[in-house]
């Protein structure tokens, strides 16, 4: 059995002169050495010691990274070997054709209990490495985004072959919104070279740099409607300010002052977070650079403010104007007329046109 099972199976080969190789004969003895125990009894197949002994089976295959699919066919191969010799014996010895059969049905339901419990064992230790490494991803996520891959690289980088996650050279922090609170719910799915991490009323995943190909679509999967929002692209130890942009970006959202689109990247929206980076300066400067608008009614005022912003973005070009906000370009002339009697020089004057786009440039 030893031999065949080595022989045939890619993950065994070569396992005699190996120190599972010793595990591997035991096993085979154990298990011919219980089965001609059942000879004459009623005893389950497996009971107590014998079954822990299979668990332990697949326990130990798991935590030693061979599949679960070489260990059953291991079995399998052992009982194709035990029932070609038994056969042949019986058959030399003159046992009948009927006793060939049930000797046949019990020697593979025999295979299909161990198979079982090593199964359950496996599963048990699968199982236990996964919460682990899940527990171990969640600390380093903690870590990257408290900034300690930047104080404590060794250890850092320790939890991160721990988790089997390599640690970029540029990352991102997204938030990724949490799904509704209900029994059975899961933490939405992630791309799987991300690390997740549930930080009050967000969760957080640090992401590989996100602008390669198709990685901003992976953000998404499985997350319908849902909109993930990412910060910029840092170095690790920079990860707490990605988060902090991936949090005013959302703010914008929220706002109405950015669109909100399936993944909304910061990247995308630099000047609009540098310009909202200081709430109370940036009203300060709407209020006064604006402040000729007040004195117009209330009816006028969002036209005006309008073809404002359009004449701005179009540097003065009067039909570019008109097509944007389709309207004829006689309109955008009176408009502007009219936005010349109260502004003044100002339309004119770098300093003061800057004034008035970082002014228009946030307003909803």
Not at 116 to 128: D, L, M, P, R, T
Not at 233 to 253: D, G, K, N, T, Y
């Amino acid at each position: 059995m030893v031999a065949e099972i080595t022989a045939s199976q890619p993950e065994y080969r070569g396992g005699a002169s190996r120190p599972f190789g010793v595990a591997l004969r035991r096993g085979v003895e154990i298990a011919l050495g219980r089965w001609l125990d059942l000879f004459g009894t009623d005893e389950p197949a497996l009971a107590g010691s014998a079954r822990g002994v299979y668990e332990r089976v697949g326990t130990g295959e798991r935590a030693e990274g061979r599949s679960l699919e070489a260990l059953l066919a291991a079995y399998r191969t052992g009982a194709r070997v035990a029932w070609a010799q038994m056969a042949a014996a019986a058959t030399e010895a003159g046992v009948g054709t009927a006793d060939l059969v049930v000797l046949a049905e019990a020697i593979f339901v025999y295979i299909d209990e161990l198979s079982a419990s090593s199964v359950e064992g496996y599963a048990s230790e699968q199982a236990a490495q996964a919460g682990y490494r899940d527990v171990v991803r969640s600390r380093l996520a903690e870590l990257i985004i408290d900034g300690e891959s930047g104080r404590e690289p060794d250890v850092v980088r320790q939890l991160a072959d721990a988790a089997a996650w390599a640690i970029p050279q540029r990352l991102a922090v997204a938030i990724i919104p949490r799904p509704e609170q209900s029994e059975g719910r899961r933490l939405p799915p992630a791309p799987p070279d991300a690390l997740l991490l549930e930080r009050g009323p967000d969760i957080l995943a640090i992401v590989p740099d996100p602008s390669g190909p198709g990685r901003r679509d992976r953000l998404t999967s499985g997350l319908g409607d849902a909109e993930v929002y990412v910060g910029t692209v840092r170095p690790p130890h920079e990860a707490a300010l990605s988060l902090a942009h991936a949090r005013r970006v959302r703010r914008l959202v929220q706002a109405g002052i950015v669109a909100a689109t399936p993944v909304v990247a910061a990247a995308d929206w630099l000047p609009e977070l540098v310009v909202a980076a200081d709430e109370g300066l940036l009203g300060e400067l709407a209020s006064r650079a604006l402040e000729p608008l007040q004195t117009v009614p209330d009816a006028r005022r969002d036209a005006l403010r309008t073809t404002l912003r359009s004449w701005l973005d179009q540097q003065g070009d009067r039909q570019h104007v008109a097509h944007e906000l389709v309207v004829h370009p006689q309109t955008v002339s009176y408009r502007l007329a009219r936005l010349r009697e109260l502004f003044g020089p100002a339309l004119d004057d770098p300093r003061s046109r800057l004034a008035l786009r970082l002014a228009l440039i946030t307003e909803a």
